[in-house]
């Protein structure tokens, strides 16, 4: 079955880095768009990054020039590396993928941008 399982939030200080990682199994993928959604206290869940499978990327015009979306085909995993990070971006970030009609998510993994 799908399995995306995310790994590398933390707290960091205004203005740090942070990189996080979905390794993904259960379906081909190379050939299924990844994205990455986030979710602050209280908020609705919103997209974040896509990246389709021939590496086409877009994000969100909150993150446009600070997150970068990548993958590495050879390890199944997608990334998110966030620079430049604001206290706004402190959330709860989930992997997710669609596949044969149905939306997948991972655990989540939590942001915190604080000083």
């Known amino acids: 079955q799908v399995q995306l399982v995310e790994s590398g939030g933390g707290l960091v200080q205004p203005g740090g880095s942070l990189r996080l990682s979905c390794a993904a199994s259960?379906?081909?993928?190379?050939?299924?768009?990844m994205s990455w959604y986030r979710q602050a206290p209280g908020k609705e869940r919103d997209l974040v990054a896509s990246?389709?499978?021939?590496?086409?990327?877009n994000y969100a015009d909150s993150v446009k020039a600070r997150f970068t979306i990548f993958r590495d085909y050879a390890k199944n995993t997608v990334y998110l590396q966030m620079n430049s990070l604001k206290p706004e971006d402190t959330a709860v970030y989930y992997c997710?993928?669609?596949?044969?009609?149905?939306?997948?998510w991972g655990q989540g993994t939590q942001v915190t941008v604080s000083s």
């Open positions: 997710s993928t669609i596949y044969e009609g149905g939306r997948y």
């Open positions: 259960g379906f081909t993928f190379s050939r299924y768009v």
């Open positions: 990246i389709l499978p021939g590496g086409f990327t």
